[in-house]
């Protein structure tokens, strides 16, 4: 086949991908029939398509590019790391300066003393290894029986069997055999949807308790961990009441359960501060990292563990690890990502400067006929969608069609915004300036007004009862 190139009829392009390429949570066949957006190059906050649309990526490709498109330096590093040392493994007594500077780079950067890193290809891996690292640290200390992990319910850890048997997610939960047995799940702190007649505070409390609960009842000796998005991402921008977390991390140290924080979002200065941990006020084992740790350039992801798991652990030999654990090439590039993030004050820019810009004009979506709360933490954020403001009502068509409208007229006004279900999400590049956001409230005001008209000439804008 003569080459594939960026200059070829999108049209083209189209009709190989829809006859080879099979895409990640997609119904291929629809998709096929409907046409990919062939996206072609990037730069800033700014993606182009092979139309020549100029798209404002209000997602940051999959909440990863935190410091934007199209920065030279990481394709740098990564071309000179190629050239000296491609790739070796740290399997058989082996190691290599990236992997070395990484790990102790981020013992830098994390809090307390989580100081030592096992690394991964993705965020799926590094939770699939934290369910074996957390089982044999307990076994190791003779509670072979302390096995079970609890989890939320709508949470996203992964795709992979045992980070998607973590995963909450109904609809992963369907296909392929899912959960793996001792993971429990329990309600998560969603006032917007569940909270009922209580106040955020008082429920945010309860679902807390729901911990403490499922401890008592699956016994103290049973349980080994608890594993939890400071801010659920992928179920929707799910932002705990205040009082939610301090509670969790009262129980946690009440009955001895690892608390293990995904910050596979959160992390690397998506909420305003380094970690989402630090923002909810948490003290986690463990952490899970990827995403944000090298903004995309690279796949790498890991696993940030206290000093006391880490001794536990060391004592065995630990049979678990990947191909690419600590994979020079993306340890490299996630090194130069952290260089760019730490001298360029990214997190500073966003606790200081653009999150209290952007929440203000969030927060100001509530005056929009379609949205009933508007909720948002440094620069994640989701907006519910209501028929009925005042009852907190769903729609009475089916979960997701007014936000798979909304979402639509978003990619048709250029802007890239994601929908779960009907509630809308935004999570830009950490590096949007002011005015790049002043941009992106005028399509997000549009696309809102433009679904509006679309959601009541179908009649849509109507209450479940
Ligand atoms: N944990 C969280 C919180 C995530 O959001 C994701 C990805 N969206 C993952 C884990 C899985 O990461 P990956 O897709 O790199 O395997």
């Known amino acids: 086949m003569s080459t594939i190139t960026n200059h070829m009829p999108t049209a083209e392009l189209q009709a190989l991908d829809a006859a080879h390429h099979l895409h990640p949570f997609s119904t291929n066949e629809s998709l096929a029939d409907e046409g990919v957006r062939v996206i072609t190059r990037a730069k800033g906050v700014y993606l182009t398509d092979s139309e020549g649309h100029e798209i404002l990526d209000g997602m940051a490709g999959l909440w990863c590019v935190n410091i934007g498109y199209g920065r030279d330096e990481l394709a740098d590093a990564a071309a000179r790391q190629m050239r000296e040392l491609p790739y070796y493994n740290t399997f058989f007594k082996t190691t290599h300066t990236p992997a070395i500077a990484l790990a102790a780079k981020l013992a830098e950067l994390a809090p307390g003393d989580l100081n030592h890193v096992f690394f991964a290809g993705s965020g799926s891996e590094a939770n699939d290894t934290n369910i074996r690292l957390v089982r044999t640290y307990w076994a190791e200390k003779g509670q072979p029986d302390k096995n079970i992990i609890i989890s939320r319910k709508n949470a996203y850890h992964g795709s992979s069997v045992g980070s998607a048997s973590l995963g909450g997610m109904a609809g992963m939960h369907a296909q392929g055999g899912i959960p793996i047995p001792n993971i429990h799940h329990i309600n998560q702190p969603n006032w917007w949807a569940e909270g009922g007649d209580m106040s955020p505070e008082e429920f945010g409390l309860a679902r807390a308790r729901e911990l403490e609960e499922a401890i008592q009842e699956l016994g103290e000796d049973r349980v080994a961990a608890f594993i939890a998005e400071p801010v659920q991402g992928a179920g929707g921008v799910i932002i705990a009441p205040d009082t939610y977390w301090p509670e969790i991390q009262r129980i946690c140290d009440k009955y001895d359960i690892l608390l293990i924080a995904d910050e596979v979002i959160c992390g690397f200065g998506r909420t305003g501060n380094w970690f989402g941990s ?69 997190v500073d820019h966003v606790r200081n400067v653009v999150a209290p810009y952007m929440k203000k004009k969030w927060d100001a979506l509530v005056e929009h006929p ?30 997701g069609t007014i936000g798979y409208i909304c979402r639509e007229h978003c990619f048709k006004n250029n802007l890239i915004m994601r929908h779960v279900d009907d509630r809308l999400v935004i999570s830009p590049p950490l590096v949007i300036t002011p005015a790049e956001i002043d941009e992106m409230f005028v399509r997000i005001q549009k696309s809102l007004d433009d679904a509006l008209v679309e959601i009541n000439e179908k009649g849509l804008m109507k209450p479940a009862s």
């Open 278 to 346: 630090q923002t909810v006020g948490i003290k986690p084992h463990i952490m899970t990292i990827a995403k944000g740790l090298s903004s995309g350039y690279a796949p790498i992801g890991g696993s940030i563990v206290c000093d006391e798991v880490a001794r536990v652990i060391s004592a065995t030999e630990f049979n678990h690890g990947y191909t690419y654990s600590g994979h020079p090439v993306a340890a490299a590039v996630a090194l130069e990502n952290l260089r760019i993030l730490e001298e360029e004050n990214v």
């Open 370 to 399: 379609l949205v009933g709360e508007a909720k948002i933490a440094g620069l994640m954020g989701s907006i519910a969608l209501t028929p009925e403001k005042a009852s907190r009502a769903k729609f009475a068509s089916d979960p």
